[in-house]
């Protein structure tokens, strides 16, 4: 089984160039969320998926960061204009149901 | 609000007993997990306990949990290199049952 797909795993960026990750969760999987880990800590929420719903959004910083789920598939997570606290990793997972998260292998911003 | 605790770093021998603990806030938690990340992966989930349970063992893995103090602990027992690692203690919290996740413990495996 395939497990959950990210794309770019690495991309350098300068400040003020916007950026946009991928994400193709494992099949069947309803629940999607992406996740920010800067070094030396856990991840923290982003925004979490039911199907194309965007559930829980409250920790998305929305003058920056957006995203979107089409179809309840795939989705990109973009970040216009970026900024040098945006360096950090972006993590995608989805999940068959709470707590079971499986993580695809990030992707690391650096923003110079 | 929610937070979960975990101290940085543990140093083991290869073949002793490892243990990692956390401490959660949200007393609500219907779960507790342990997850763990290697160098330049993501995080994968390595065992979880019902809030309700004290304890569960898993081949090496022994999970204690303590409710009244909000103490959670992660056992390896015969810590191999390969089990070299950050381990993440994670509860779900929140209105929305989100995953709250520790800053994780990095754990060293010396032969």
């Known amino acids: 089984e395939a497990g959950v797909v990210q794309s770019p795993r690495y991309k350098i960026i300068e400040k003020k160039q916007p950026v946009a990750f991928w994400c193709n969760p494992i099949s069947g999987h309803n629940t999607l969320y992406w996740y920010l880990q800067n070094l030396g800590q856990g991840p923290e929420l982003l925004i979490r998926?039911?199907?194309?719903?965007?559930?829980?959004d409250s920790q998305l910083p929305k003058d920056r960061f957006s995203a979107e789920r089409l179809k309840g598939v795939d989705s990109t997570l973009k970040i216009q204009p970026a900024e040098l606290g945006d360096s950090a990793v972006y993590l995608c997972?989805?999940?068959?149901?709470?707590?079971?998260?499986?993580f695809g292998e990030g992707s690391r911003l650096t923003v110079l | 609000g929610e937070d979960v605790e975990q101290s940085l770093f543990l140093s083991v021998r290869e073949g002793d007993s490892s243990v990692i603990n956390c401490t959660y806030t949200d007393s609500s938690s219907t779960y507790l997990y342990w997850y763990k990340q290697e160098p330049g992966a993501g995080l994968q989930l390595l065992t979880y306990i019902f809030s309700n349970m004290d304890m569960k063992q898993d081949q090496r893995l022994t999970v204690l949990l303590n409710k009244k103090d909000k103490h959670l602990s992660l056992r390896i027992a015969d810590t191999q290199t390969g089990d070299s690692a950050i381990y993440f203690c994670a509860e779900t919290g929140g209105s929305q049952g989100n995953l709250i996740f520790g800053k994780g413990t990095k754990l060293s495996v010396k032969p």
């Open positions: 998926y039911e199907n194309e719903e965007a559930v829980d």
């Open positions: 997972a989805s999940s068959p149901h709470l707590g079971e998260l499986f």
